[in-house]
């Protein structure tokens, strides 16, 4: 069994920075890529950025520059930094564990985290 948790939510003002974390325990099997998604209320859950497990990345127009994900060298651990944050990017943010071939799969989730932007 895989399990997610995730860290590092909160409220902050339009064009501030948060970094969101994720711990990922379990055995992945091939599930070895990692993405971020985010779920505005009211919306459905949108992919925001994944990394496959040898760190070729892909980010969603809506965040590319201003988002970044990584992983540890050991597939333990993904982050998402998000810098100058955005009211339209206030959601529950979610980690995932699952495979990326010519699409990102998605397999296993973590419980999300909230993030607030506004002012």
């Known amino acids: 069994q895989v399990q997610l948790v995730e860290s590092g939510g909160g409220w902050v003002q339009p064009g501030e920075s948060l970094k969101l974390s994720c711990s990922i325990s379990?055995?992945?099997?091939?599930?070895?890529?990692s993405a971020w998604y985010r779920q505005a209320p009211g919306k459905e859950r949108d992919l925001v950025a994944a990394?496959?497990?040898?760190?070729?990345?892909r980010h969603e127009p809506a965040v590319k520059g201003r988002f970044t994900i990584s992983k540890d060298d050991g597939g333990n651990a993904v982050f998402l930094w998000m810098n100058d944050l955005k009211p339209a990017d206030t959601g529950m943010y979610y980690c995932?564990?699952?495979?990326?071939?010519?699409?990102?799969?998605?397999?296993?989730w973590g419980r999300g985290v909230q993030v607030t932007v506004s002012s």
């Open positions: 379990g055995n992945r099997g091939r599930d070895t890529a």
């Open positions: 990394i496959t497990g040898v760190g070729s990345t």
């Open positions: 995932n564990a699952g495979q990326y071939k010519i699409f990102y799969e998605p397999a296993y």
